[in-house]
């Protein structure tokens, strides 16, 4: 099915109602876009299996979630959106400068879609699994997109994000900016490949999130960005075999697996010695290689999202392996 989305009309101001922050996975796969005419539009993007026309480049976008705004800044239209909101820990990256002057709210819950209604949009970019969702902006003519990195059968790679951002480029008519920042990415990734290519034995690596008091411990599957990431530096993934991004991890597997190299994921207020200070302090993990051997990497979770910012992420993750050789 079809849905055609025209600007909607600017609406009286409604109430603020923020909604819990979750941690919640999406999913989300924009094919690539159908010219329909000369100019480009109408244009059918296939989101999530869910298809969105437009009649004409989007020029005001609010985006959910820490990955969408720095996608669209890589495809060079980062002056289009007026709102980024859900940025638990804000991390653009290398595309900072680029998205300082838009509005950063709501950063631990999202906007409730009356909100959303109030700025106007004509798209939003967020995550399947999001509060709002894109039948309740459909219903105000609002289109809504997913990020391809979220998609159920998403398998986290490189590909995907470099799709989306020539995508976001067709759609607002910046593909020269695109297409460019593209190719400068490959290259990133393609010159951390080619240090590891010679790698013979692959580490037992796990890539983790601990909550602040250590209570809660999760890890990464084989289908998440940061799993894509240890295969090109030359680890192992413990969990490979899980066919997930995210998942609640068990301890005992852990130990039994037993990491050499723990890539830790902050998140929210954590710092890289808070989120160290409460995985040692689970005493049951104590005897793990990768802690007896100090071999505990912690970055920011934006290194690992399904974004552009990954690639800066694979660069700080293979300076930090080095650094422990």
Same mark, same amino acid.
């Not at 411990?217 to 940061?226: D, E, H, I, Q, R």
């Not at 039994?256 to 993990?285: H, K």
């Given at each position: 099915?079809?849905?055609?989305?025209?600007?909607?009309?600017?609406?009286?101001?409604?109430?603020?109602?923020?909604?819990?922050? %979750?941690?919640?996975?999406?999913?989300?796969?924009?094919?690539?876009?159908?010219?329909?005419?000369?100019?480009?539009?109408?244009?059918?993007?296939?989101?999530?299996?869910?298809?969105?026309?437009?009649?004409?480049?989007?020029?005001? %976008?609010?985006?959910?979630?820490?990955?969408?705004?720095?996608?669209?800044?890589?495809?060079?239209?980062?002056?289009?959106?007026?709102?980024?909101?859900?940025?638990?820990?804000?991390?653009?990256?290398?595309?900072?400068?680029?998205?300082?002057?838009?509005?950063?709210?709501?950063?631990?819950?999202?906007?409730?879609?009356?909100?959303?209604?109030?700025?106007?949009?004509?798209?939003?970019?967020?995550?399947?699994?999001?509060?709002?969702?894109?039948?309740?902006?459909?219903? %105000?003519?609002?289109?809504?997109?997913?990020?391809?990195?979220?998609?159920?059968?998403?398998?986290?790679?490189?590909?995907?994000?470099?799709?989306?951002?020539?995508?976001?480029?067709?759609?607002?008519?910046?593909?020269?900016?695109?297409?460019?920042?593209?190719?400068?990415?490959? =290259?990133?990734?393609?010159?951390?490949?080619?240090?590891?290519?010679?790698?013979?034995?692959?580490?037992?690596?796990?890539?983790?999130?601990?909550?602040?008091?250590?209570?809660?411990?999760?890890?990464?599957?084989?289908?998440?960005?940061?799993?894509? =990431?240890?295969?090109?530096?030359?680890?192992?993934?413990?969990?490979?075999?899980?066919?997930?991004?995210?998942?609640?991890?068990?301890?005992?597997? +852990?130990?039994?697996?037993?990491?050499?190299?723990?890539?830790?994921?902050? =998140?929210?207020?954590?710092?890289?010695?808070?989120?160290?200070?409460? +995985?040692?302090?689970?005493?049951?993990?104590?005897?793990?290689?990768?802690?007896?051997?100090?071999?505990?990497?912690?970055?920011?979770?934006?290194?690992?999202?399904?974004?552009?910012?990954?690639?800066?992420?694979?660069?700080?993750?293979?300076?930090?392996?080095?650094? =422990?050789?």
């Amino acid at each position: 099915m079809s849905i055609g989305f025209t600007r909607p009309a600017r609406l009286a101001p409604l109430p603020v109602a923020l909604l819990a922050a %979750v941690l919640l996975t999406g999913c989300g796969s924009p094919a690539p876009a159908t010219v329909k005419a000369a100019e480009g539009f109408p244009m059918t993007i296939s989101s999530c299996g869910r298809d969105v026309t437009f009649t004409a480049a989007p020029k005001r %976008v609010v985006t959910v979630g820490s990955v969408a705004g720095p996608l669209i800044a890589a495809a060079g239209a980062a002056d289009r959106i007026v709102t980024r909101t859900f940025e638990t820990a804000p991390f653009p990256g290398q595309y900072r400068d680029a998205l300082k002057n838009t509005e950063i709210t709501a950063p631990t819950g999202e906007l409730a879609r009356e909100e959303i209604i109030n700025r106007t949009p004509d798209l939003v970019v967020s995550f399947e699994g999001a509060a709002v969702t894109p039948d309740d902006l459909a219903r %105000v003519d609002i289109p809504l997109l997913v990020s391809r990195g979220y998609c159920r059968d998403a398998a986290g790679s490189y590909d995907d994000i470099f799709a989306d951002i020539e995508l976001y480029g067709r759609l607002f008519g910046t593909s020269a900016a695109a297409n460019t920042e593209v190719t400068t990415l490959k =290259q990133r990734v393609a010159a951390v490949a080619d240090r590891h290519r010679a790698d013979r034995t692959a580490r037992p690596a796990a890539a983790l999130i601990i909550s602040r008091d250590g209570a809660k411990l999760s890890a990464y599957g084989s289908t998440s960005t940061v799993a894509t =990431q240890m295969r090109i530096l030359g680890l192992d993934n413990v969990f490979d075999d899980v066919a997930k991004r995210n998942f609640d991890a068990s301890t005992e597997t +852990l130990i039994q697996r037993d990491p050499e190299v723990i890539i830790l994921l902050t =998140q929210g207020t954590q710092t890289p010695e808070s989120a160290r200070t409460a +995985l040692r302090e689970r005493p049951e993990l104590a005897g793990l290689h990768a802690i007896r051997e100090n071999r505990v990497i912690a970055v920011p979770f934006g290194y690992t999202g399904p974004g552009p910012v990954a690639v800066e992420g694979l660069e700080v993750l293979d300076r930090e392996l080095g650094a =422990q050789r």
